[in-house]
């Protein structure tokens, strides 16, 4: 079971609860940091580096995790978000684009806006969580750099020296 971690500002309430409780439905374990309520003068940063935090943390300990916030504006919580440590947030309107980030950046934060329709929105989400990073070493080296200045400051290149053959290939 994933968990999803959701939070919303006044610009995404409605959507983001309609989203939430898909998620409850469709089986997933679903944390809420987002307001009770509708507040039109609550501000996106709380909500995003919440959402962020907490999925650094599940991910450290293993827990399959996720976030998702839908915000009226969703460039300024990528931002937000991305000042957490380890949280690879972006955001994307269409399902193909979720997945495509998942695969290429290992991206664990997905912004949405408040004005996206309902069930695109939810597709997109679905594609989110269920894309993971395939096996491919010059990806995986990419985000070890990232992670590398994010830690270091510097790209050194010590993260990753692996060939071809010693990463595990997957057939199907």
């Known amino acids: 079971m994933t968990r999803i971690h959701f939070a919303v500002d006044h610009g995404g309430y ?3 609860r309609a989203l939430e409780a898909r998620a409850r439905t469709a089986g997933h374990d679903v944390v809420w940091h987002g307001a009770e309520s ?3 003068g609550d501000d996106y940063p ?4 919440a959402v962020g935090a907490a999925v650094v943390k599940d991910q450290d300990a293993g827990i399959d995790a996720f976030g998702v916030l839908v915000l009226d504006e969703g460039a ?3 931002v937000a978000a991305n000042k957490v440590n380890g ?3 972006i955001q ?3 399902p193909r684009a979720a997945a495509n980030a998942r695969e290429v950046v290992d991206a664990n934060v997905l912004v949405l806006e408040g004005i996206a329709f309902e069930e695109n929105a939810w597709l997109t989400i679905s594609a989110f969580v269920t894309t993971s990073l ?3 070493v010059a990806r995986g080296r ?4 990232i992670e590398e200045y994010e830690n270091a400051g510097t790209i050194e290149g010590w993260a990753i020296q692996l060939e071809p053959e010693q990463v595990p290939v997957r057939r199907e």
Not at 46 to 49: K, Y
Not at 142 to 145: D, H, M
């Open 14 to 16: 409605e959507l983001g």
């Open 38 to 40: 509708l507040d039109p």
């Open 46 to 49: 709380l909500f995003a580096i």
């Open 76 to 78: 300024a919580g990528v």
């Open 87 to 89: 949280a690879r947030a």
């Open 92 to 94: 994307a309107a269409s």
């Open 134 to 136: 395939p096996h491919d």
């Open 142 to 145: 990419q985000i070890l750099q």
